[in-house]
């Protein structure tokens, strides 16, 4: 049953104390259950965008990350970490501890003529932490979780302040999408100038140095849009990395070396953008008892070579080269410099640690049950946490019902399906369902199929993610395409909060296409 699947392991292993749940507009009512702490870690999450496993410093030299190797070295290195194949769902599992499919957030993007949104009815990392004195809760760069109602602004999910874009996918030096300006500090559209990445990392930093001065806490969230493309970067940056007789790129054809100069330019960028996040941390002094979270929302793109080896695929795919990403959390007072975890773990994990972290407790609800777990206990002591039992999920259906990803991962054993929805156990057995079993603690690289030597694991494992793909519910976002044609975007993508259920942007035939 889906009960043991997911709920059973979530709640054998909470740490929180489970006793109730206060309604949702009390939650957001800004009333703290817990009063403000001195001692309460600041957090700083940073979140990549399309950073693969191979594109790291510490796991190839061959892009230099020294800030991020910097943070593995002074922190817990998290070597199985797992997030969607993809942008939004990975930010909306991240902001509520949830997979995003029980909201019906997972099957594709937020792309900009989209009227969806992240469920208000979800309480999000910054509404709990506002429960627990954290005064000062800012978010820079990428939204991505719905900007057609003012609902799903972040100054409406729990954030007191935004500087950002709400899009994916915008211009890095006109800071557009659909040719149409998409940059904002708070509700407003600004004329601030400058290369995104830039930008982004400043005003985050500007924002720490500014909270320090706070006697409360601060949650700062820094989801860059970089590396994602458009592949931009400052030509002097490219210069670096743009050695077209070397050769390392003389196999690669010139448009294809240009465009992996130009990728290691960005994250470079992005890298020395981290190192002003870290350098504001430590002015402040307050670096030991402060949380910083690195993460990628998924995998490189398949695009471009080896961005994820030696792991198997890519973005868009549930291969460990699509969910399986980069991670680490440097935390001096209470986490060993150094330590590496080989425990399964992943973006649905981020709230519920942090909550822990910020002495808070988790409040079941069975309408919103909680799929991520604290991973506290078990970084802060010699005993790791134990996770390796719970199942772990990976989805996405973008392109439509007949051709939807799915895996689940766990005990060391890995089922991923392609093909049409999965409703019934009999579609195992046909061709159109494609389906790999991989044993993951021997074979990390999806190299050997062993489905048709272990029918019975295949049937049982099948049988969870027919469940866990009921979960999504028949309101769920829509496939990518759907609703593509014709829409006008907003001017300067202005969202007004004062009107909360109103549609922004418009189709030419006055029907908003979902």
Request: glycine letters at 10%; aromatic letters at 10%; charged letters at 25%.
């Amino acid at each position: 049953m889906m009960w043991l699947g997911i709920r059973f392991y979530v709640l054998l292993a909470l740490t929180f104390v489970i006793a109730g749940q206060v309604a949702a507009d009390e939650r957001r009512s800004g009333e703290p259950i817990a009063k403000a702490d001195e001692n309460k870690p600041n957090v700083v999450v940073i979140l990549a965008d399309d950073l693969g496993w191979n594109s790291v410093g510490y796991h190839n030299k061959n892009f230099p990350t020294p800030n991020i190797d910097r943070l593995v070295r002074e922190g817990v290195e998290l070597n199985q970490f797992y997030v969607a194949p993809m942008c939004s769902p990975t930010r909306a599992g991240l902001m509520t501890g949830r997979y995003p499919i029980r909201f019906g957030a997972a099957r594709a993007v937020i792309p900009p003529y989209r009227d969806f949104g992240l469920p208000v009815s979800e309480v999000t990392l910054p509404e709990r932490l506002a429960d627990l004195g954290y005064a000062n809760r800012g978010v820079f760069g990428k939204w991505h979780l719905g900007h057609r109602r003012s609902k799903w602004h972040p100054l409406n999910q729990g954030f007191t302040h935004f500087h950002g874009h709400y899009n994916g996918a915008i211009d890095y030096f006109e800071l557009t999408r659909e040719d149409v300006r998409d940059w904002h500090v708070d509700a407003q559209p600004s004329d601030e100038q400058g290369y995104s990445t830039h930008l982004i990392a400043d005003a985050a930093a500007k924002w720490i140095t500014d909270s320090s001065a706070s006697e409360a806490p601060y949650f700062c969230y820094v989801p860059f849009n970089a590396p994602h493309s458009p592949f931009q970067a400052p030509e002097e940056t490219i210069a670096r990395f743009d050695d077209r007789n070397s050769a390392k790129t003389k196999g690669n054809k010139p448009g294809k070396a240009r465009n992996i100069a130009i990728l290691k330019a960005m994250i470079w960028e992005m890298d020395e953008g981290v190192g002003r996040i870290l350098k504001s941390i430590d002015d402040s002094g307050e670096a030991n008892n402060t949380i910083v979270w690195f993460l990628s929302d998924n995998g490189g793109v398949g695009s471009l070579p080896r961005l994820n080896s030696p792991l198997r695929g890519s973005k868009l795919t549930v291969y460990e080269g699509g969910v399986r990403v980069p991670s680490c959390i440097r935390w001096p007072d209470r986490l060993a410099a150094g330590v590496k975890s080989e425990h399964v773990c992943g973006y649905i994990d981020v709230l519920p640690t942090i909550v822990d972290a910020a002495g808070g407790e988790i409040i079941a609800d069975p309408e919103l049950p909680l799929d991520g777990i604290s991973l506290l206990s078990g970084l802060t002591s010699s005993d790791q946490f134990k996770s390796d039992g719970r199942p772990w999920y990976s989805y996405h259906g973008q392109s439509g019902d007949e051709n939807e990803h799915l895996a689940v991962l766990v005990d060391g054993w890995k089922l991923k399906v392609n093909g049409p929805q999965l409703i019934s156990e009999s579609q195992l057995t046909e061709p159109k369902a494609r389906v790999e079993l991989f044993h993951l603690s021997t074979d990390p690289n999806e190299t050997k199929n062993l489905a048709t030597d272990y029918p019975d694991k295949v049937g049982r494992l099948g049988r969870m993610l027919i469940e866990y793909r009921a979960l999504q519910p028949s309101d769920a976002v829509p496939p990518y395409g759907v609703g593509s044609k014709g829409f006008i975007p907003p001017p300067k993508w202005h969202v007004d909060l004062s009107t909360p259920d109103v549609s922004v942007g418009a189709y030419p035939d006055g029907e908003d296409q979902q």
